[in-house]
């Protein structure tokens, strides 16, 4: 069993990833990859606790990407590499983050929540700071009774202190992939096509152009029939099939590492494929 999407502390998870990779140790899981929002911050820590308990690690990255005037999501693994031209747009995007959380804040103070952006960073205690520290500090202060009333009434897309966040355009995260010598892999296409009905042929020829490598096939919140049709799909295309669970934190609703909702039929010939696509530049087209 192998868990190619998962988040840590370094972005909006709860878990640590050495905490991660210990969870994942104990369930089985025999390779993982820690794809953060916007940063490879936690993939070195990950890659050492990986090797301590004998599990495969593969770095990675979450990028969120403008597209047909959606928000599309994009995973980069083998993302080992560093240089200056990523460190900017991981700086550029963090400093995105900062000035996102001073409008929401501001607009939280206008409607009369007596927060400040230090007090969240504070909640956030050194992570990346993000619309959950600003959830859990309201709850705190009893300004809403629950995490999920924060989100449908305030911070959610639609909320009313909701501010968007600054996307790459998909040419960037594409070239900040690649620069870091690895993949492009669309992720949850399924979640993308829900939310956004009748966008997918287009997105997806789009980002067939850019140079996808592959597509999240498995997936926690994909039907069968979705995973069928993106199989199908990646099949056709000659695009790597790759899964994940999309770990947050310890779920009370029963979304576990490596398993999902109860099964993502993900072998290690998975992981060695796309190890194995990382290593040979000639599957990546861009
Ligand atoms: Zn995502
Ligand atoms: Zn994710």
Not at 35 to 49: F, I, K, L
Not at 167 to 191: C, D, K, Q, S, Y
């Amino acid at each position: 069993m192998i868990d190619l999407h998962v988040h840590s502390t370094f972005s909006d998870g709860s878990l640590t990833p050495t905490e991660v990779l210990e969870r994942a140790a104990l369930r089985g899981v025999k390779a993982i990859s820690i794809t953060d929002h916007d940063t490879c911050a936690g993939c070195s820590e990950a890659a050492r606790a990986g090797e301590r308990l004998g599990v495969e690690v593969l770095a990675g990255v979450e990028f969120s990407v403008a597209l047909e005037g959606v928000g599309i999501h994009l995973l980069g693994y083998g993302t080992q590499g560093w240089s200056p031209s990523i460190e900017r747009v991981f700086a550029r995007l963090e400093a995105a983050r900062n000035t996102r959380l001073v409008k929401m804040v501001s607009r939280l103070n206008e409607l009369g929540a007596p927060i400040s952006s230090d007090q969240v960073r504070k909640e956030a205690g050194g992570d990346i700071v993000g619309r959950l520290h600003i959830a859990r500090l309201m709850v705190k202060r009893r300004m809403v009774p629950s995490l999920q009333v924060a989100f449908s009434q305030y911070l959610g897309r639609g909320g009313l202190a909701y501010v968007d966040r600054e996307r790459l355009t998909p040419e960037e995260a594409f070239e900040t992939i690649r620069e870091m010598g690895g993949v492009a892999v669309m992720a949850h296409p399924g979640v993308m096509e829900r939310e956004n009905p009748g966008v997918f042929e287009r997105a997806f020829d789009r980002l067939l152009s850019l140079g996808l490598d592959g597509i999240e096939v498995y997936y926690s919140r994909h039907s069968s029939e979705q995973t069928e049709r993106y199989a199908r799909l990646a099949r056709q295309k000659g695009l790597l099939i790759t899964g994940g669970s999309d770990f947050h934190a310890p779920n009370p609703d029963g979304l576990e590492l490596g398993h999902g909702f109860g099964g993502l039929p993900l072998g290690m010939e998975c992981f060695w494929a796309l190890k194995a696509a990382i290593s040979s530049p000639k599957t990546r087209k861009g």
